[in-house]
Nanobody
Framework: QVQLVESGGGLVQPGGSLRLSCAAS????????MSWYRQAPGKQRELVAL???????NYADSVKGRFTISRDNAKKTVYLQMNSLKPEDTAVYYC??????WGQGTQVTVSS
């Protein structure tokens, strides 16, 4: 049974940092593309960052230079390091395992 368990969300001040983790309980992980999405109230869910099984990455323009996605295949875990956080980064962040598996979401709030 596939499970994606997220952690690391919380409240942070503008300019601060958070590191999100997503641990996957799944047989096939290392070859799968994994992604982080986010969704703010009243907005569509958007792709934040993506990492392939080979370690290639892609980022939304809004987070380039501030966020870093990485993975540890031995731990079957994907991370999202978020630096220089802005209020507009406030959203529920979701881990996604290709093809078709979502984490439960974790709230990130950037506020003074």
């Amino acid at each position: 049974q596939v499970q994606l368990v997220e952690s690391g969300g919380g409240l942070v001040q503008p300019g601060g940092s958070l590191r999100l983790s997503c641990a996957a309980s799944v047989s096939i992980f290392s070859t799968k593309t994994m992604s982080w999405y986010r969704q703010a109230p009243g907005k569509q869910r958007e792709l934040v960052a993506l990492i392939t099984g080979g370690g290639n990455t892609n980022y939304a323009d809004s987070v380039k230079g501030r966020f870093t996605i990485s993975r540890d295949n031995a731990k079957k875990t994907v991370y999202l390091q978020m630096n220089s956080l802005k209020p507009e980064d406030t959203a529920v962040y979701y881990c996604y395992l290709s093809e078709g598996y979502w984490g439960q979401g974790t709230q990130v709030t950037v506020s003074s």
